[in-house]
């Protein structure tokens, strides 16, 4: 049943925020930062989590292919209010994160509101009653639940539907077959010949984890491709410790940061130091991106000494960051081992023994491994989002998916994503992403409570101009060199979809003040009346009893007088007449 019109505002004191509820579709990191921030920030909430999965997490609960863990530090990788000073090594293997994201969600909460094996099938804008009509599949018996709510977060991700690859003949092949976001974890690919189809960041963390054990790999690389040394990013602390691409953080230091928070806090700000300085290397023409590129140049020629060839076979003709810098130092160095092949060919068609390449040669395999990763569109198009006057998001998002700020997208009333289109930053920790996208959704959604907001869409020319800046920053960077990229959905000279304006900080400050004045908005008051959501000209603490004087609160104890500060002399003091 949809909720009731909000009551009279002029029965309510100017603090009291109407009932709200928001319906969050998904609960990886985006949802459990819904989950904790949300209710600790909007008032008379009800939150509902919709997640498909038995499990918060996402993609973390998703993946567990061998060789999986995160492309940045965990220490910098993780929400900056659930710090996690355990960390087992400076890359974790992915269980380890997948644990995290469950702590935090228990801690904060998010479980109570999470509604688990639930799957997404549609969302209705009603205009009449300014409200989300959604659709959601209960996989433990198919029945289909709807359900309603003044506001709609979209929290699924990027990508979120895997895909095969496109080569026909996939279920003629008789060995083992799967993807690595639906890894078989009976399968063991001890002393088998295997291939790996793809080389995104998938696919060059699960080659050097299974390289050890196999009999031989071949590794179908399309592209070129630039790989930064060392395990990822924070190269300097790998440096500093004597560490080649990982090491373990011993229980000594871990006790130690575990019981010393402030030097915890101490080393994380050093680790996110470092991320945020990449930010410089992106920039067309700037010498930190001459010297980076010479950096990796060397280091890939260093790298690949046992076979030569590879250097000519990767080395890109575009600059490093225009496609995602994979972290790839294993895999590049598992590639020179014996058993190892590089196949710098396309899939044209599986075959019963194993695959053949775009030149026609038959190789066969015992098993065959698909890190082809995930639908690029982006556009919901088995999933409809239907906003104004019936427009889906697909249709929205024709040509190009856009969100103002990231956050809002065109033609779809009190809807919000968490990491949309061009949220991504190139430099810095993604979840500063969802932390200060989380806070931008927050303000809107308090305003809409507040001030008996029945809807609120971006106007067309606040996206205009949204989109001008993106693409102006974007021509200026990297990003705009030719490539083959899922940030530009596979379109070599497409625009940047997934991509940030800017570094993570940067956006930080971008999402940290909304500009209401961007967006058009319907009420639920009277033209003429459109302040009555001031209410009866009461506080809840003045009506109903409660303390009336909380804005004299403060922490600061240095901002205290003291008596030497004051100005009167110890002769006037004294010459003051006793009451």
Request: charged fraction near 25%; include cysteine.
């Amino acid at each position: 049943m949809a909720n009731p019109a909000p009551p009279n505002p002029l029965d309510r004191c100017v603090d009291e925020y109407r009932p709200i509820k928001v319906i969050c579709i998904g609960a990886g990191m985006c949802g459990i930062a819904v989950g904790a921030l949300f209710p600790q920030q909007i008032p008379n909430l009800t939150l509902t989590i919709y997640e498909k999965n038995p499990e918060v997490g996402g993609t973390w609960f998703e993946n567990h292919y061998p060789g999986l863990q995160p492309d940045l530090t965990p220490h910098t990788y993780q929400y900056t209010f659930a710090s996690n000073p355990n960390w087992s090594k400076f890359y974790p293997p992915g269980r380890e994160f997948e644990e995290y994201l469950k702590t935090v969600a228990r801690n904060f909460g998010v479980y109570k509101h999470t509604k688990f094996s639930h799957k997404f099938q549609k969302a209705k804008w009603l205009a009449d009653i300014g409200q989300w009509e959604v659709q959601v599949l209960r996989l433990e018996d198919n029945v289909v639940i709807t359900d309603y709510a003044e506001i709609l977060v979209k929290a699924t991700g990027f990508v979120n539907k895997w895909e095969w690859p496109s080569a026909p003949g996939r279920e003629k092949f008789k060995g083992k077959i799967m993807h690595t976001a639906d890894w078989d974890d009976n399968f063991d690919p001890t002393g088998k010949n295997v291939a790996v189809i793809g080389y995104g960041s998938t696919g060059v963390q699960i080659t050097p984890a299974i390289v050890p054990i196999v009999k031989h790999l071949d590794h179908y690389v399309r592209g070129k491709v630039w790989v930064p040394p060392g395990g990822g990013t924070c190269v300097e602390e790998l440096i500093k410790r004597g560490a080649d691409k990982n090491f373990v953080h011993s229980e000594e230091e871990r006790k130690f940061f575990s019981q010393n928070p402030a030097e915890y806090l101490k080393y994380r700000k050093e680790m996110e130091g470092y991320t945020n300085s990449v930010q410089k290397v992106f920039f067309k023409g700037s010498e930190a991106l001459e010297q980076f590129t010479a950096m990796l140049d060397e280091n890939m020629k260093r790298t690949v000494v046992p076979k030569p060839e590879l250097y000519d076979i990767l080395k890109p003709d575009y600059l490093p960051g225009c496609r995602r810098l994979i972290m790839g130092q294993a895999w590049l160095e598992s590639l020179t081992k014996p058993n190892a092949t590089l196949i710098p060919k396309s899939v044209e068609q599986f075959t019963e023994k194993g695959i053949i390449d775009s030149d026609g040669v038959e190789r066969e395999y015992d098993a065959i491994i698909c890190a082809t990763g995930f639908d690029k569109n982006m556009d919901n198009r088995d999933t409809p989002f239907i906003g104004e006057d019936g427009v889906t998001l697909q249709e929205a998002w024709d040509p190009d998916p856009v969100a103002y700020f990231s956050v809002a997208p065109p033609k779809m009333p009190n809807m919000f994503i968490m990491f949309g289109p061009n949220s991504a930053p190139p430099a810095g920790s993604i979840v500063h992403v969802f932390e200060a996208a989380a806070a931008y959704i927050i303000k809107c959604i308090k305003k809409i409570q507040f001030e008996y907001i029945k809807s609120m869409v971006v106007k067309p020319k606040a996206l205009d101009a949204w989109i001008k800046h993106v693409d102006y920053h974007i021509s200026r960077t990297v990003l705009s060199d030719n490539c083959v990229t899922w940030f530009k959905r596979n379109k070599p000279n497409g625009r940047t979809i997934t991509l940030w304006p800017g570094s993570a900080m940067h956006g930080y400050f971008g999402w940290e003040n909304p500009r209401f004045e961007d967006f058009e908005y319907t009420s639920w008051l009277p033209e003429d009346d459109s302040i009555a959501y001031l209410g009866n000209g009461n506080t809840v603490a003045e009506l109903y009893g409660g303390d009336t004087t909380g804005y004299m609160d403060f922490t600061d104890v240095s901002k205290v007088l003291k008596v030497d500060e004051f100005t009167e002399t110890k002769e006037t003091v004294q010459a003051t007449p006793m009451l």
